[in-house]
């Protein structure tokens, strides 16, 4: 079992940065590719980026791509998702998950989420 716990999100301005963390506590983390999901007002949920156990292989959505980075330290049970460039469409909560979907897992364990805000 994992559990996941994110911190990092705020309010920003447009063209600004934030760094969101995701601190997993279990044995199983690094069994799991990780990854993060987003999901803003009245939409749904949409995938963001995902990441290998190892850290070698990542995947991005096209609307993030080149401007978020996803990375991992398996050493201390972390996942990051460095967003750079932020856009107001960028506005969501995002939830940090094991298994995701995004790479053909079953999205087995979520964290709680943290609001992400971009004025224009």
């Known amino acids: 079992q994992v559990h996941l716990v994110e911190s990092g999100g705020g309010s920003v301005q447009a063209g600004e940065s934030l760094r969101l963390s995701c601190a997993a506590s279990?044995?199983?983390?690094?069994?799991?590719?990780m990854g993060w999901v987003r999901q803003a007002p009245g939409k749904e949920r949409e995938d963001v980026a995902a990441?290998?156990?190892?850290?070698?292989?990542?995947a991005y959505a096209p609307p993030v791509r080149g401007r978020f980075t996803i990375s991992r330290d398996n050493t201390r049970n972390m996942v990051y998702l460095q967003m750079n460039n932020l856009k107001p469409e960028d506005t969501a909560v995002y939830y940090c998950?094991?298994?995701?979907?995004?790479?053909?897992?079953?999205?087995?364990?979520w964290g709680q989420g943290t609001q992400v805000t971009v004025s224009s």
């Open positions: 990441i290998s156990v190892s850290g070698e292989n990542k």
């Open positions: 279990g044995s199983a983390f690094t069994v799991y590719a």
């Open positions: 998950v094991a298994d995701p979907e995004m790479i053909g897992g079953g999205s087995d364990y």
